[in-house]
């Protein structure tokens, strides 16, 4: 079955954020915020009222610039594309703030005949012993040994297990069986933070902390 894909980006929520709803006129959101505006943004042009909240004024020439101009700021090509783009996708990217109720930004997947939108996320691939001694020996740790990174350890290894420690010598602690982190669905993101922190393999078996 054809989905629909959409992007929500940070500037479809910047825009909603200063769109007016005081009123609708005919086939268009008109706002009330000030007297005169054409533009549901409160301006009486919306490239240049996307353009200022999007990008700011552009940097010109203050000699080079016609206060009495009618013509408002001049913004690249790329940058108009990009605003007509970002405006015309405005009434799904709303679609979706309200359906969800949510602001988190990223990709977002729907039947092509139905509202059910969902946020996509990528599929991690499933977690192997070779993966996780391989990120282990790939990532270089952060910081120097101390009782704040094993403290930082522990937290991210009990979303996993309820048995944080299964041993302890004068100045190391040993923790759950790696196998066992593997069948409880640790992340890759996880395991490069426990490596950051300077946890180890000992013995390719068990996590542990020297301190």
Same mark, same amino acid.
């Given at each position: 079955?054809?989905?629909? &894909?959409? +992007?929500? &980006? ?69 940058? &108009? ?13 709303? +679609?979706?703030?309200?359906?969800? *109720? ?12 139905? &509202? ?22 790939? $990532? ?35 923790? +759950? ?5 593997? *069948?409880? *669905? ?18 390719? $078996? ?6």
């Amino acid at each position: 079955m054809a989905l629909d &894909k959409f +992007e929500l &980006k940070k500037e479809h929520l910047i825009l909603l954020r200063n769109l007016g709803w005081e009123s609708i006129s005919k086939d268009r959101i008109a706002t009330l915020l000030e007297e005169g505006a054409e533009t549901p943004f409160g301006g009486i042009d919306i490239v240049e009222d996307i353009g200022n909240m999007l990008y700011g004024k552009p940097e010109t020439d203050a000699l080079s610039v016609d206060p009495l101009s009618p013509f408002g700021p001049e913004y690249t090509d790329e940058q &108009k594309e990009n605003i007509q783009t970002i405006l015309s996708e405005l009434p799904r990217a709303l +679609e979706i703030v309200l359906y969800l *109720k949510t602001f988190e930004l990223g990709h977002y997947t729907k039947k092509w005949n139905l &509202k059910d939108w969902k946020r996509h996320t990528k599929k991690s691939k499933r977690m192997t012993y070779e993966r996780f001694k391989e990120l282990f020996d790939e $990532t270089e740790s952060e910081s120097e040994s101390d009782g704040d990174n094993a403290f930082q350890g522990l937290q991210i290894i009990s979303k996993y297990t309820t048995n944080l420690v299964q041993g302890a010598a004068h100045n190391v602690i040993y923790t +759950e069986d790696v196998e066992d982190l593997i *069948k409880a *669905k640790i992340t890759e993101e996880d395991v490069i933070k426990l490596a950051k922190l300077n946890w180890v393999l000992e013995n390719g $078996t068990y996590l542990a902390y020297f301190v």
